[in-house]
């Protein structure tokens, strides 16, 4: 596959993303659009990084939010993470902003009627927020648990509750907000502009150790009357809403952890090639590019992961129920480990607001954090992989269906049905035909002698936790959710031995490496807790490969795209 920035104009679904990147410039150029230096500022001052978000609409990024058939550029979730992550190799407080806006346009995308799918695209085309108004104080993530209600009344419906830790909370201009009616939960779309005022009142921003820049915050709404055409889809589907517009944007997370991983590693290398010790620069220690290595071989099982989930959402929409679950406990874990190990090579530089990458490192700690629990903690995806595997456990399997190459064809240009055209469904019968189909994947490395016996194992621990499930039933037990975990990891493993089978050629470069799919799969057979033989000859490669993807201003994936020039720093580490 070509470079999404090459000089041959092969279409890409990296296109708008390896634009984005030239049009915003380095982040390590303290005068770039979104630089690390103007995001360490606003975050000092808990601000919003408006020079940011300037340069972001500048560059057309809100119009990624809106659906081609809505007047917009979302013609494909595939294109849309590319976009989201190099948003998020700057500051992941302007992408979270405006994937707060994406989540609550999600279900007018999906349900809304022309009225009400023209509004919101109008809004958002205008550079308007948006909230979804879900999360409550005393509900937590239990959506029956809500205390909203709308009251039917006269012309459509009375309102009063409190959405509380919302993002785009108190600058919104619209929001869509589950609550209990008759004959059971709705969502309901409220253009604030249209209400009375004196209904509605905004809530305080929430003060937080990550993501200070960030609106998060809530508004209450008491005796706020609304018309019947603020009704979303059919009544009383408001928690069937709600867990089908999750399936987009709990995807899509996994893209904004993996964007702040990217620049971690970028740090952290630097600083690793810069900083003299003992003579010798500390990137030469044997446990400095360890740490370097094993942190770029998670970012790449979370890529793997991340891009066939959103490529799901083009071409196998109606397996998102599990998959988007399996993505979201995943790919953010696997950033947060790849900061982590970054962490250890900067030491207590980690730590600072000053110095290095102009002390950004503290801030992007703090900030990939919270990717865990945004869309659902942890506990909550596993509870979802749970539920849709459980139920299936004591079913016949049926054969798999899915074409491999479509989804691990990364980069290939596909037609993407609008979400209104193809709604998400619930469930897929709790099939993971990514993990089905590994038998088959297993069996074409079976005379590789570096591959084999890792394969075997992974196939192993996926036909064990089937029987886990087949015995748990559909308790929610500590082991029923061990059961998940190791699904969840097996499932990662399965979609890099996938890209490996299917994709590798057409991507080139790192992506044909031995070096990275050896590492990659001890690096998840190690989380299974299973004994697993280093390959230091990989992690070497690996850290090679770093330093001329940093050379060349390339981003740390298996993906060949182009930076915009990268800034670099004259000044020498200093001890």
């Known amino acids: 596959m070509t470079s999404p920035a090459g000089p041959t104009g092969t279409p890409s679904t990296f296109d708008a993303a390896a634009r984005l990147e030239q049009a915003l410039g380095c982040p390590f150029d303290p005068d770039s659009g979104i630089s690390l230096a103007g995001g360490v500022r606003a975050d000092e001052l808990e601000a919003e990084p408006t020079a940011a978000y300037e340069a972001a609409w500048s560059a057309g990024l809100h119009e990624h939010l809106v659906p081609v058939s809505e007047g917009g550029r979302l013609g494909s979730f595939e294109s849309l993470t590319g976009v989201v992550r190099a948003t998020s190799r700057r500051d992941l407080a302007v992408s979270v902003g405006l994937g707060s806006t994406l989540l609550a346009a999600t279900p007018v995308w999906a349900w809304g009627d022309d009225t009400q799918r023209s509004r919101v695209a109008e809004l958002v085309l205008g550079r308007a927020w948006g909230t979804a108004g879900i999360s409550e104080e005393a509900a937590g993530s239990d959506l029956l648990a809500t205390g909203t209600r709308a009251v039917p009344a006269p012309g459509g419906y009375v309102l009063d509750g409190e959405k509380w830790l919302v993002g785009n909370g108190r600058r919104s201009s619209f929001a869509t907000v589950l609550a209990a009616s008759d004959p059971s939960y709705g969502l309901f779309l409220l253009d604030f502009d249209a209400l009375d005022g004196s209904t509605v009142k905004r809530l305080d921003k929430v003060r937080t150790h990550g993501l200070r820049g960030h609106d998060l ?84 099982v979370a890529e793997c992961t991340e891009l066939s989930a959103a490529r799901g959402l083009d071409v196998a929409r109606q397996r998102m129920a599990l998959w988007s679950a399996v993505a979201k406990y995943v790919v953010p874990q696997l950033s947060v480990d790849t900061v982590t190990a970054c962490a250890e090579v900067l030491s207590a530089r980690a730590h600072l607001r000053r110095g290095v990458a102009d002390g950004a490192f503290q801030k992007l700690l703090r900030d990939v954090a919270v990717t865990p629990v945004f869309e659902g903690t942890e506990l909550v995806q596993l509870d979802t992989v749970r539920a849709q595997l459980s139920g299936a456990a004591r079913r016949r399997r049926a054969p798999a269906t899915l074409p491999l190459p479509l989804l691990f064809g990364f ?160 000044s020498p580490a200093r001890s």
């Open 411 to 570: 980069g290939e240009p596909v037609v993407s049905p609008a979400p209104r055209d193809l709604r998400p469904s619930l469930t897929f019968g709790g099939a993971d035909e990514v993990v089905d189909l590994l038998d088959d994947a297993v069996e074409e490395l079976a005379d590789d002698p570096g591959f084999a016996a890792l394969a075997r194992t992974l196939l192993r621990v996926r036909d064990e936790t089937r029987t886990a499930f087949a015995g748990l039933g559909t308790l929610r037990t500590a082991e029923a959710y061990e059961a998940a975990r190791r699904h969840c990891l097996v499932h990662a493993a399965a979609c890099c031995i996938h890209t490996w089978l299917q994709r590798r050629a057409a991507l080139g470069g790192l992506a044909t490496e031995r070096a990275w799919l050896s590492l990659a799969l001890r690096r998840v057979v190690a989380r299974l807790g299973l004994p697993v033989p280093p390959d230091p000859e990989a992690e070497d490669l690996l850290v090679r490969r770093l330093e001329e993807l940093d050379d060349t201003d390339r981003a740390f994936s298996l993906v060949p795209m182009r930076l915009a020039p990268q800034h670099r720093d004259p």
């Open 217 to 300: 915050s809530g508004f209450a709404l008491s005796g706020c009357p609304v018309g019947a055409e603020a009704v979303l889809g059919r009544p009383g589907r408001g928690i069937e809403m709600v867990s089908g517009m999750l399936q987009f944007t709990r995807t899509l997370v996994g893209a904004s952890s993996l964007g702040a991983a990217d620049t971690a590693l970028r740090i952290a290398l630097r600083h690793a090639r810069g900083r003299m010790l003992y003579g010798r620069p500390a990137l030469a220690m044997a446990p400095v590019r360890s740490l370097l290595a094993r942190g770029f071989a998670d970012l790449l």
